[in-house]
């Protein structure tokens, strides 16, 4: 079926590519799909019709409009880079987070016992970090539940822990944020001032290298503000543990 030679009728071909005939049919109509050839009164589709319409579904799941998708069609006929530019747009999509846990209420229940409230199952939903589907959970990321259950294990309630999330989604958002504007203005700019399939490729694997260094950025920085906030706070926690161990009402 992916040889050159490999002919289709209409229903054949919108078989091929999963999607309706009349899809086949107005991609036609937008001039996004080549006219077939012609046997008499049939219309003869080829392997490259295939291609075309699994590239156009390909891109409207990247979330392209069939406007944005015409430009790019265009390009590529005058040896624009849209392989290339499926190549940046997969890495760039490539989750940072961690997998989805699948979980059930049994399970939850051994790791936040009598914490698993509605009010905090509510909260965790809220935050995106529990989704609800069919009667089974899951959780975000498998490393954020495991750090989530040590803290409360540890002694930090978890409506504690789902109040200061909020707080650090909106810390974290800001300096992806800004880590974007960064690669937007320093990185991008350039590739759009001299536009290549080099280029965007070049591009793609540039951001897949600085996946890391960009992790390695946020623990660094968190490191450092934990070691000032620690500096700060330490002397008053030292002369708390003072005072209470030199209670008269201390245990021996």
Known sequence: MGSEETEYR????????????????YYQERGLLDPPARQGRHA???????????LITDLLARGHSLEGIAD????????GGVTELL??????????????VP?????????????????NLTEAMALGYLRVEGGHFSFASGRLLDTVTALVRAGIP??????????????????????VQQFRTHLLGPVLDQPSPQHVHGLGHLLDEL????RQVADELLARAMDRRIQLDLPEVSQQLSHATDSPTSAP
């Open 87 to 100: 190549g940046f747009e997969s890495v760039a999509a490539t989750a940072w987070s961690d997998n989805e």
């Open 158 to 179: 978890l409506g504690s822990l789902l109040t200061l999330s909020w707080e650090l989604e909106a810390a974290f958002d800001r300096m992806a944020f800004a880590f």
């Open 103 to 119: 979980l059930d209420m049994d399970q939850l229940f051994a790791r936040f016992g009598d914490q698993l409230t509605a009010e």
């Open 44 to 54: 003869i589709y080829s392997a490259s019709h295939l291609e075309r319409l699994r």
């Open 72 to 79: 790019l069609l265009a390009s590529a006929e005058h040896g």
């Open 10 to 25: 209409v229903a054949e071909l919108a078989e091929a590519a999963a999607v309706p005939v009349r899809t086949v049919r």
């Open 211 to 214: 996946r890391p260094v960009v």
